[in-house]
């Protein structure tokens, strides 16, 4: 079956780095687009990044502009976060999703499914 | 960007009841516009699509509705395993993915 399993949380020290996995299975990784959204500690929902299914194209929330970089690498069905300069306000949940769309209209439909279970990252002295 | 919000920010309701959440755009974005529910410590997992596409193996009782701004998810009859938080989301512009603030479902 579809899977999504995101790793490589933990707690961080403000202003430093840290390297989020997303490791896909069960479907051909490089046909899709492939997003990146986080949840803060009781909060709602942020979206964060979306990459295209061959890596040729990538946007980021003004939020995380210039510090975050989503990037891919389909020979290993992985999709990555590369997120530097972490403030606070980056504490949150990170959760992989998989961008899906249909050709009906133009532009096509898309939403995001399945989702990963998430990997925690806290940003604290 | 385009703004996503919800109303009621949150309700109670009982087994059985008709819900009915809605979530309206800044700007038009036709029918971009997606459903998802998520429980606590889990992740969110799609209801709807394209306003009012059921997703494979979402119960009939979720239905969706709306196109330009205003839009509206329906529990027909809410089960015990509705009570969650659900969000929509504009998937008109393909380059800001913006999500509602969300709608929390409990028990009344």
């Known amino acids: 079956q579809v899977q999504l399993v995101e790793s490589g949380g933990g707690v961080v020290q403000p202003g430093r780095s840290l390297r989020l996995s997303c490791a896909a299975s069960g479907f051909t990784f490089s046909s899709y687009g492939m997003h990146w959204v986080r949840q803060a500690p009781g909060k709602g929902l942020e979206w964060v990044a979306v990459?295209?299914?061959?890596?040729?194209?990538?946007y980021y929330a003004d939020s995380v502009k210039g510090r975050f970089t989503i990037s891919r690498d389909n020979s290993k069905n992985t999709l990555y976060l590369q997120m530097n300069s972490l403030r606070a306000e980056d504490t949150a949940v990170y959760y992989c999703?998989?961008?899906?769309?249909?050709?009906?209209?133009?532009?096509?439909?898309?939403?995001?499914?399945?989702w990963g279970q998430g990997t925690l990252v806290t940003v604290s002295s | 960007d385009i703004q996503m919000t919800q109303s009621p920010s949150s309700l109670s309701a009982s087994v059985g009841d008709r819900v009915t959440i809605t979530c309206r755009a800044s700007?038009?974005?036709?029918?971009?516009l997606n459903w998802y529910q998520q429980k606590p410590g889990k992740a969110p997992k799609l209801l709807i699509y394209a306003a009012s596409s059921l997703q494979s193996g979402v119960p009939s009782r979720f239905s969706g509705s709306g196109s330009g701004t205003d839009f509206t998810l329906t529990i027909s009859s809410l089960q015990p395993e509705d009570f969650a938080t659900y969000y929509c989301q504009q998937s008109y512009s393909t380059v800001r993915f913006t999500f509602g603030p969300g709608t929390k479902v409990d028990i009344k």
């Open positions: 999703a998989r961008a899906v769309d249909t050709a009906m209209v133009t532009p096509p439909y898309n939403w995001f499914d399945p």
């Open positions: 700007q038009s974005i036709s029918s971009y």
């Open positions: 990459i295209w299914y061959d890596g040729s194209n990538k």
